[in-house]
């Protein structure tokens, strides 16, 4: 209702819109401020509570903030709803490498190479997802298992990039 309706009591052609906190979020993200992005991912979570997508764009904006236990949750919620979603395997995976649990993040790691992206951007995902997956088998000369840190050797491991619709489409 403008300004002039609302004094004169007349009602307006106007109806009230409804936010679009997933875009807000998005461009909060974009603009670094993770902590206002994140308001608004849970403020979408608010209107669309099984929408995996705004939950794996809260686990990557979790993971850029140092809270990679809540980014776990994230990803797994976002699995729970989307079994198939390969960027949360992928994100998942090197979280939990991170943390020690190599046997989990193998799983998610062959999750995601299941149903990897055929597109030419995924492909350095891909590829880093397969030499982290064959390293996880093999162990390296002096015969010891390699750490987590010698596994993520990529620096682009945690970085975003969509494998299926762009997340404005997923609302």
């Known amino acids: 209702m403008s300004f002039w309706s609302r004094l004169t009591g007349k009602p307006g052609s106007q109806k009230p819109q409804k936010l679009d906190y997933l875009s807000e979020a998005l461009a909060l993200e974009r603009q670094g401020d993770y902590d206002a992005a994140l308001t608004s991912y849970r403020l979408a979570m608010r209107d669309q509570p099984s929408n995996f997508k705004v939950l794996q764009n809260m686990a990557i904006a979790y993971t850029k903030i140092g809270q990679p236990e809540q980014a776990i949750r994230c990803y797994r919620g976002a699995l729970h709803i989307e079994p198939?979603?390969?960027?949360?395997?992928?994100?998942?995976?090197?979280?939990?490498?991170?943390?020690?649990?190599?046997?989990?993040?193998?799983?998610?790691?062959?999750?995601?190479?299941?149903?990897?992206?055929?597109?030419?951007?995924?492909?350095?995902?891909?590829?880093?997802?397969?030499?982290?997956?064959?390293?996880?088998?093999?162990?390296?000369?002096?015969?010891?298992?390699?750490?987590?840190d010698e596994l993520e050797a990529d620096p682009a491991a945690h970085d975003h990039f969509e494998m299926d619709s762009p997340p404005e489409e997923a609302q």
């Open 84 to 148: 198939k979603l390969a960027g949360a395997h992928y994100g998942l995976a090197f979280l939990l490498l991170k943390r020690g649990d190599i046997a989990d993040a193998a799983y998610h790691l062959d999750a995601f190479l299941i149903d990897a992206p055929k597109s030419p951007e995924a492909t350095r995902w891909v590829t880093h997802a397969r030499d982290t997956l064959d390293a996880l088998r093999t162990t390296n000369d002096d015969g010891r298992e390699l750490s987590a």
